[in-house]
């Protein structure tokens, strides 16, 4: 992958990881948090500490691999904007505002995905 391809596909984690900071923060105030950061548990007894951290592991492995410049790095990132979408759709019914939200940041890092293919092909 192109160097530039790579600083851009990380710099687009980055921008995710904010965005999820921000809506995770925003669902606990209304009141309707997304299952990784509610206290009661949407997968049993998930604390919101490993929650989120598992949450932020995934978009910190898409990060490293698109900075360590590797071919499958498209791959990888839209992979884990698969796996954000995933766990974005379990919240539509609990909190579907902020699952919205979490679904189009997902949406973007899919994008950004796919625009750095155009990298991996170009080096």
Do not use: Q
């Not at 160097?3 to 105030?29: D, E, N, P």
């Not at 604390?47 to 995934?58: N, R």
């Not at 949406?107 to 092909?121: I, K």
Request: some cysteine; aromatic content about 8%.
């Amino acid at each position: 992958m192109s160097t530039v391809w790579s600083r851009l596909l990380g710099a687009s984690w980055v921008l995710v990881a904010i965005a999820h900071g921000f809506v995770s923060v925003a669902s606990r105030r209304t009141g309707k948090p997304l299952w990784w950061v509610d206290n009661n548990g949407f997968v049993g007894s998930v604390t919101p500490v490993v929650g989120a951290a598992l949450i932020y592991l995934v978009m910190f492995v898409a990060f490293v691999v698109a900075i360590r410049r590797t071919p499958l790095a498209p791959l990888v990132s839209a992979a884990a904007s698969i796996l954000l979408a995933a766990c974005a759709v379990a919240d539509l019914s609990a909190a579907p505002g902020s699952a919205i939200v979490a679904l189009a940041t997902c949406g973007a890092a899919m994008l950004a995905s796919l625009a750095a293919l155009a990298g991996r092909a170009a080096h």
